[in-house]
């Protein structure tokens, strides 16, 4: 686990670390040295904590005008055991729902597990970006069918066209622009 990065290639465009509205304004990543670990496993240093044992993430991209972010995960996504839905929620979310980011794009290829418990936060999100949306880009089938057990499919867009987009390709307001369209697509008129 310790060899996966983050995506890197938007850096030029756009740091978590060095925008004073993001969350994780200030974060720092020390490159010589692995500390987080999920589960024992030491993970790539330029993910971001978010209090969770067992999930972490890197904020790919924010765009304050369009409303829009990019958060990339690793690792265990549980509810049942670590809550991690709520610090998701609390840490990263909520803030960026509160400098007006409605739109999410959250990539799952490195999500190896999910454990649901009850949907609360997830509809909490849901509500607060009345007019917005929650897409999955590139979440692992598994964990997807565990969480259709959960009803997350309720809140959270994923599957069909969205898990063939090579969302790497894509400048990130291209990216938003394509899986915009796909979503008002299933939404409809």
């Known amino acids: 686990m310790h060899t996966i990065e983050p995506f890197y290639n938007w850096l030029d465009k756009y740091s978590a ?3 004073p509205r993001s969350p994780l304004f ?3 990543n020390n490159l010589l040295q ?3 670990t999920i589960y024992g496993y030491y993970i790539h240093p330029q993910w971001d904590d978010i209090e969770s044992e067992t999930l972490f993430l890197k904020i790919l991209y924010a765009d304050y005008e369009a409303g829009f972010a990019i958060i990339e995960f690793i690792g265990e996504w549980n509810d049942a055991l ?3 839905i709520m610090h998701l929620k609390r840490n990263i979310i909520d803030p960026l729902v509160n400098e007006d980011i409605y739109r999410f794009i959250i990539i799952g290829e490195n999500v190896f597990n999910f454990h649901g418990s009850d949907d609360s936060y997830y509809e909490e999100w849901f509500e607060d ?4 949306w929650i897409a999955a880009l590139g979440f692992q089938e598994f964990v997807v069918s565990e969480m259709k057990n959960y009803n997350i499919d309720y809140y959270i867009n994923y599957g069909g ?3 063939d987009i090579p969302w790497r390709t894509f400048t990130p307001q291209r990216l938003y622009a394509l899986v915009n369209g796909m979503i008002q697509k299933r939404l409809g008129p």
């Open 26 to 28: 200030g974060a720092e």
């Open 17 to 19: 670390a060095e925008d």
């Open 129 to 132: 970006i009345e007019d917005g």
């Open 82 to 84: 670590h809550n991690d």
């Open 34 to 36: 692995y500390t987080n």
């Open 161 to 163: 066209t969205l898990d």
